[in-house]
């Protein structure tokens, strides 16, 4: 069974630049979540993709979206970066039945994508 | 806006010491709470709790809930610098809210000295 994978692990970028980073569910899960994790903070909820399509969505703007494949992998594009983007950005898979219930399954988190925006 | 508030922010011990990590949370609906432990990027995960007054144990760790008063705790005994971390808390939402959106704390962080 293999986990959440994600890339790049690290990137700069400069202000006003366009990022995608890309993340790949564990195996078996179909639900993707994403989470901005700025230095000294917990991880801040982004958006969840199921179903290819945004199912929730935190207190981020417009220039944060992303997309999920058949596969169930999925991208996070930020558009018009700013330096406060600057984070390690969390990608967390799990699976959610048919019913739409989550049952008891919990997140899985992969490494994360390090961003750094001059 | 749901809430978690983690304390203290940072900690350090001593191997052999036992540590008791805080978590207290304000949710709208309320369904779980979890506990990750965060050392280098990936947060792994370590209990779900839904239910009050019943310890989920895992070696060394312990943890426990109390939605009466809206807390839980985590507790670490007999530590080992193998626990030095950040301990995240977060709670989950209930059904028919996104399955995968998680309320984090800010982390408390866990030195643990030789």
């Known amino acids: 069974e293999t986990g959440v994978t994600q890339s790049p692990t690290h990137l700069i970028k400069t202000r006003g630049q366009q990022v995608t980073l890309r993340c790949s569910s564990q195996?078996?899960?179909?639900?993707v979540s994403w989470y901005q994790q700025a230095l000294g903070q917990g991880p801040q909820f982004i958006f969840q993709?199921?179903?290819?399509?945004?199912?929730g969505r935190g207190n981020f703007p417009p220039r944060f979206s992303g997309l999920q494949f058949p596969n169930y992998s999925s991208e996070l594009n930020v558009n018009a970066l700013e330096l406060d983007d600057s984070a390690l950005y969390l990608c967390?898979?799990?699976?959610?039945?048919?019913?739409?219930?989550?049952?008891?399954?919990?997140?899985?988190f992969g490494a994360g994508s390090r961003l750094t925006v001059l | 806006e749901d809430k978690v508030v983690q304390s203290p922010l940072s900690l350090v011990v001593h191997e052999g010491d036992t540590v008791t990590l805080n978590c207290s949370y304000e949710?709208?609906?309320?369904?779980?709470l979890l506990w990750y432990k965060q050392e280098k990027k990936a947060p792994t995960f370590l209990f779900m709790l839904t239910s009050s007054g019943i310890e989920k144990k895992s070696g060394r760790l312990s943890s426990i809930l109390d939605k009466k008063e809206l807390f839980s705790i985590l507790n670490i005994t007999a530590t080992q610098t193998g626990d030095s971390a950040v301990y995240l808390c977060a709670v989950r939402p209930a059904p028919g809210t996104s399955y995968g959106k998680l309320t984090f704390g800010q982390g408390t962080i866990l030195t643990v000295h030789p």
């Open positions: 993709y199921y179903r290819e399509e945004e199912n």
């Open positions: 949710v709208t609906n309320f369904r779980s």
């Open positions: 967390a898979s799990s699976l959610v039945s048919s019913g739409g219930s989550s049952g008891a399954n919990v997140l899985t």
């Open positions: 195996s078996g899960h179909n639900t």
